[in-house]
Every structure is written in C-alpha cells, then in structure tokens.
T-cell receptor, first 111, second 117 residues
Framework: GNSVTQMEGPVTLSEEAFLTINCTYT??????LFWYVQYPGEGLQLLLK?????DKGSNKGFEATYRKETTSFHLEKGSVQVSDSAVYFC??????????FGAGTRLFVKA | EAGVTQFPSHSVIEKGQTVTLRCDPI?????LYWYRRVMGKEIKFLLH????????ESGMPNNRFLAERTGGTYSTLKVQPAELEDSGVYFC???????????????FGPGTRLLVL
C-alpha cells in the first residue's frame, strides 16, 4: 500500500544551521507530495508541494525536490531560525481526496 | 477570514463515556476531512465529506465512531463508547471543491486532544 517514511526526531539544531529532514515514499501511480508544518498550538499548514517528478517545491526558505528515481522528497533549509521550531510532516496523495502522512519530525532550533 | 476551528481543544474522559468533537470549516469549503494522530505516530485519514455527503469513510476505525455534517456546514465526530486506544489528536481540515482532489490545499484546524482514561 501507499506509505510515507520520514526520519525520526527530534532534530536539534543551532540557529543558522543547515536542515535536512529525510522523507521517502511508497506509492502506486504518480503521487503528489507535500510537506506540512505544525507550529506549537496551531493546526497543520501546507509548507510546500510538488505534483510531478523533478518538481521543486519551495516556501519560506524551505525546499524539497520530487525524486522519482529514489522515491524521496527531502526537506531542506539553508539557515534555520528559532521560529522554525515545529513538527514537520511529509505526505502524499495518489489522487482522490485521501492524504497519507508520515509520523512527523520534531525540530528544535536553539538560539 | 476565519480558519478552521475545532471544539473542544482538549477533552479528558473515562473509558465508556461519550465524546463529541466539533469542526467548523472555512466558509464556502465543500470538502471536510477528519484525521487522527495517535501517540505521536502518523496522521491517519478517517473520512471525507463533500457538503453533507460522506464520500469516503474507509479510515473510520470501527462503529463506535460516527461522523455527521448536517446541512453541509459544521461537522461532528462522536465516539461512543470511548476506549483507551481512542486517545490522540483529532484534526479537521477543509478545502474548496476545484476538481483537484487532495492536490487542492487543505486547511487544518488546531486539533482536539482527546485523552481516554
């Protein structure tokens, strides 16, 4: 079946460090891929998405590239800030309305 | 514009009791979804409404869970009777109907944290 696997957290970084959160997926067909972020006390927000192979999604300094050959959609940011501390969820959709999420990765950024 | 709201934010109940969660979607959004995150694991799809109709309830765990969306506006999710394994965070989301399915941006509420003792 369809599934998403992302690196376990928590991830702890110092401010201005480089961030990578790994995400791989298993899916039939050609899924759309998403990264969601949940800040403390808030709901999930769509951070970025990519709908076909080699697409790069980007937002707020975060990027992720849809790699079909490695079935991956790793999240990266060149310089993290304390305000980026949150839980990040990788997700996919193969059509229809169902979104499949990973387990989430908690990021702590220290000043 | 108001976002998706959920009530209550937290609920602590005893095993065997009944709890009803409410979700108010963004005005004008025909699609409404319920998801659940248990014990820090992945967020799992429960069901999807289009207006007042259930389109997909394949994720509902069992018949102790009942979701309704009368009039196609707000939705309720009732758990009766609650069991220990029902503890978790219940998220609601809504989206416009544009024919893009899950590719259309879903807007999530803050979740209801349910603890069954």
């Amino acid at each position: 079946g369809n599934s998403v696997t992302q690196m376990e957290g928590p991830v702890t970084l110092s401010e201005e460090a480089f961030l990578t959160i790994n995400c791989t997926y298993t899916a039939t067909g050609y899924p759309s891929l998403f990264w969601y972020v949940q800040y403390p006390g808030e709901g999930l927000q769509l951070l970025l998405k990519a709908t076909k192979a080699d697409d790069k999604g980007s937002n707020k300094g975060f990027e992720a590239t849809y790699r079909k050959e490695t079935t991956s959609f790793h999240l990266e940011k060149g310089s993290v800030q304390v305000s980026d501390s949150a839980v990040y969820f990788c997700a996919l959709s193969t059509g229809g309305f169902k979104t499949i999420f990973g387990a989430g990765t908690r990021l702590f950024v220290k000043a | 514009e108001a976002g998706v709201t959920q009530f209550p934010s937290h609920s602590v109940i005893e095993k065997g009791q009944t709890v009803t969660l409410r979700c108010d979607p963004i005005s004008g959004h025909d699609n409404l979804y319920w998801y659940r995150r248990v014990m820090g694991k992945e967020i799992k799809f429960l069901l999807h409404f289009v207006k007042e109709s259930k389109q997909d309830e394949s994720g509902m765990p069992n018949n102790r869970f009942l979701a309704e969306r009368t009039g196609g506006t707000y939705s309720t999710l009732k758990v009766q009777p609650a069991e220990l394994e029902d503890s978790g965070v219940y998220f609601c989301a809504s989206s416009q109907e544009t024919g893009q399915g899950a590719r259309e941006t879903q807007y999530f509420g803050p979740g209801t944290r349910l603890l069954v003792l």
